[in-house]
């Protein structure tokens, strides 16, 4: 299933990145702009440079990145671009600087509209600052390496993104945008690498992906609507998760998620839902996960309302957000524990219309267990292990 999987992947990757340039399309190469492919001189400049030119263009433009290895300090882009569509083409790799610093993002989109980022590959050489932290002397949060803010009409497809210091991708306060066919690796004890963080936005499409990273595959913020998830494999990983969500006490809520055909490979979990044990005005609702594999898995569904890191701030208290509306339907597999489904939700607040439909998880070729704490719903089907709602 995994060699199915990896292959199909491959081939969406191949076909998405056959970017059609046209003859309308006006190209920069950033080596016209003075950006060097030795990895070793910082083109950042050069990089704005083509940048500026071809949001200048009336006409659709392509920033054109070849064949090598191309340092890249930190770019921030951000404005209208006079056509309405440009295209940053990549063959080579942009690489961030070695070690780290207190920067928050290395590549950053900010206010832009109808912008691709097509094909090649970023490196945030995240290891220093890994090593850093599994020795705890005082290291930064670390840096995101490609973020898109405030944005709208956007396309990232057949992007590998390698090594982050922090998240890989993220997609804040934006509409419309596409992410297919992209390959995301960073090691699985790697923190807080997660792969594509959506929150704040609306009608966003990730499909065709392979992650494998030392947090969530994809995590989903508050106000995150209308998201669709479907042909992703994850592993090592934290597995796909809405949530950590409840932070704060007035925070927008998820809805209208869909998350299917998806395949968890040896993760910490599979499919979760995660709030923090205080009080918000949060909630989640309308969300579908549908036709998911999963092999060997610590926690293959998963709801958990608890959350409090350190315990600080928030002991004894109870989570605000209310979840209803989530179904999960031909849920296959493995766990890797006995407790296959855990649903442990607010007590002052518990999970309602949950729905089961289809489900066999196995752990050590038997039935696993489900546990329920303050959830409701209904189930159709089979579903193993039995039902606790």
Request: net charge neutral; with cysteine.
């Amino acid at each position: 299933m995994i060699h199915f999987q990896n292959s199909l992947i491959s081939l969406l990757v191949a076909l998405f990145f056959i970017h059609p340039l046209t003859s309308a399309d006006k190209v920069y190469n950033i080596l016209s702009f003075g950006a060097k492919p030795d990895g070793q001189t910082d083109s950042a400049k050069a990089l704005l440079g083509a940048w500026s030119a071809a949001c200048g263009s009336p006409a659709p433009a392509t920033i054109y990145v070849p064949s090598g290895r191309f340092l890249i300090s930190q770019a921030a882009m951000s404005g209208s671009c006079k056509s309405g569509k440009t295209t940053i083409q990549i063959d080579g790799t942009l690489v961030a600087p070695l070690g780290y610093s207190d920067a928050d993002e290395w590549i950053t989109f900010e206010h832009v509209d109808g912008v691709s980022v097509v094909g090649g590959t970023i490196d945030g050489r995240g290891a220093p600052l890994w090593e850093c932290k599994a020795k705890g002397h005082g290291c930064p949060h670390g840096t995101t390496s490609l973020s898109f803010r405030d944005s709208k009409g956007i396309v990232i497809s057949g992007l590998s993104s390698v090594n982050s210091k922090l998240y890989h991708i993220v997609i804040s306060g934006c509409q419309n945008v596409r992410v297919q066919g992209v390959k995301i690796s960073a090691p699985g004890k790697s923190p807080n690498t997660d792969g594509i963080h959506v929150q704040g936005s609306s009608d966003v499409t990730i499909s065709g992906a392979g992650i494998g990273t030392g947090d969530d595959c994809i995590s989903i913020g508050p106000g995150t609507t209308n998201l669709w998830i479907e042909r992703v494999t994850c592993g090592p990983g934290h597995g796909i998760s809405i949530g950590s969500l409840g932070k704060e006490s007035q925070e927008e809520g998820v809805q209208n998620v869909t998350v299917r055909t998806t395949v968890f490979a040896g993760t910490q979990n599979g499919l979760r839902i995660k709030t923090w044990g205080r009080p918000s005005d949060g909630f989640v609702k309308g969300v579908v996960f549908e036709h998911a594999m999963m092999q060997n898995v610590e926690n293959p569904i998963i709801i958990t309302q608890s959350y409090c890191p350190g315990n600080k701030d928030c002991p004894g208290q109870n989570s605000g957000i209310k979840i209803s509306q989530v179904t999960y339907s031909d849920i296959h597999g493995t766990s890797a524990t006995p407790v296959a489904v855990d649903f442990s939700c607010s007590p002052t607040n518990p999970c309602s219309g949950i729905g089961l439909q289809d489900i066999k998880l196995t752990y050590g070729n038997k039935p696993a267990e489900a546990s329920c704490k303050h959830a409701g719903g209904s189930v159709t089907g089979l579903v193993v292990p039995p039902s606790c709602l």
